[in-house]
T-cell receptor
Framework: NAGVTQTPKFRVLKTGQSMTLLCAQDMNHEYMYWYRQDPGMGLRLIHYSVGEGTTAKGEVPDGYNVSRLKKQNFLLGLESAAPSQTSVYFC????????????FGQGTRLTVV | DAKTTQPPSMDCAEGRAANLPCNHSTISGNEYVYWYRQIHSQGPQYIIHGLKNNETNEMASLIITEDRKSSTLILPHATLRDTAVYYCIVRAISNTGNQFYFGTGTSLTVIP
C-alpha cells in the first residue's frame, strides 16, 4: 500500500532548466494537489485537480504548469527554473467523499542554482 | 476562507495533555475546523476535524467553543513522537476540491 509517491525525492537544477515532478497515488482519489513549503512558512497551494483532465490554480501558480492525464498521476512542471523556486514540494490527494482527509507524499527537495 | 491565529510555539511535558489553541473569529457557518500536523521534514498528516460539536478520535480531541470563534486541539497524553508543527485550518467543504490553506502553525515540543 504505497499511498502517495513523489518522484524524485531530491533534485538540483540550474537556472533556466526544466523538469517535471511526478506524483502518483494508488487510492483512486479524485482530488490531487501540489504545495510548496519554504523555510519558516507554511505550505502554499500551487495547483490542484478535482478529476482526470481538470486542473486549477492555487495560491502561488506562477512559474508552474500541471497536468492530470490519468486519475492516479498529477505532474508538476517547471519550464524555466528560477532560484526562487528552490523549495520542498509536497503532493497530496483526497477522496471525494472524504475530502477533509488529504494524504501527503514525502516531499521533493528541489534546489535551483 | 476564514483566517486562523495560532501561537508560534508551545512546550508540553511528556505524558501530560497538550492543549493547542486556535482563534478563528471570522469563521462562517459552513466552515469546518481542521487540524493537521507535520513531523519534521515529512508530509502533513490529518488529525481531526469538526463543525460545531466536539470530536474525538484515536489521535486527539477537538473542542470548539459554542460561538465557534475558537477551538482547542487536545493530545491527551503527549509523547516525544508528537513533537511537530500543528496547523489549524478553517475551510468550507466544496465540490471544487478541499484544498487547504496552511498558515505557519504551532511548533509543539514535547519535553522528556
Amino acid at each position: 500500500n504505497a499511498g502517495v509517491t513523489q518522484t524524485p525525492k531530491f533534485r538540483v537544477l540550474k537556472t533556466g532548466q526544466s523538469m517535471t515532478l511526478l506524483c502518483a497515488q494508488d487510492m483512486n482519489h479524485e482530488y490531487m494537489y501540489w504545495y510548496r513549503q519554504d523555510p519558516g512558512m507554511g505550505l502554499r497551494l500551487i495547483h490542484y485537480s478535482v478529476g482526470e483532465g481538470t486542473t486549477a490554480k492555487g495560491e502561488v501558480p506562477d512559474g508552474y504548469n500541471v497536468s492530470r492525464l490519468k486519475k492516479q498521476n498529477f505532474l508538476l512542471g517547471l519550464e524555466s527554473a528560477a532560484p526562487s523556486q528552490t523549495s520542498v514540494y509536497f503532493c497530496a490527494s483526497s477522496y471525494y467523499g472524504r475530502s477533509h482527509e488529504a494524504f501527503f507524499g514525502q516531499g521533493t527537495r528541489l534546489t535551483v542554482v | 476562507d476564514a483566517k486562523t491565529t495560532q501561537p508560534p510555539s508551545m512546550d508540553c511535558a511528556e505524558g501530560r495533555a497538550a492543549n493547542l489553541p486556535c482563534n478563528h473569529s471570522t469563521i462562517s457557518g459552513n466552515e469546518y475546523v481542521y487540524w493537521y500536523r507535520q513531523i519534521h521534514s515529512q508530509g502533513p498528516q490529518y488529525i481531526i476535524h469538526g463543525l460545531k460539536n466536539n470530536e474525538t478520535n484515536e489521535m486527539a480531541s477537538l473542542i470548539i467553543t459554542e460561538d465557534r470563534k475558537s477551538s482547542t486541539l487536545i493530545l491527551p497524553h503527549a509523547t516525544l513522537r508528537d513533537t511537530a508543527v500543528y496547523y489549524c485550518i478553517v475551510r468550507a467543504i466544496s465540490n471544487t476540491g478541499n484544498q487547504f490553506y496552511f498558515g505557519t502553525g504551532t511548533s509543539l515540543t514535547v519535553i522528556p
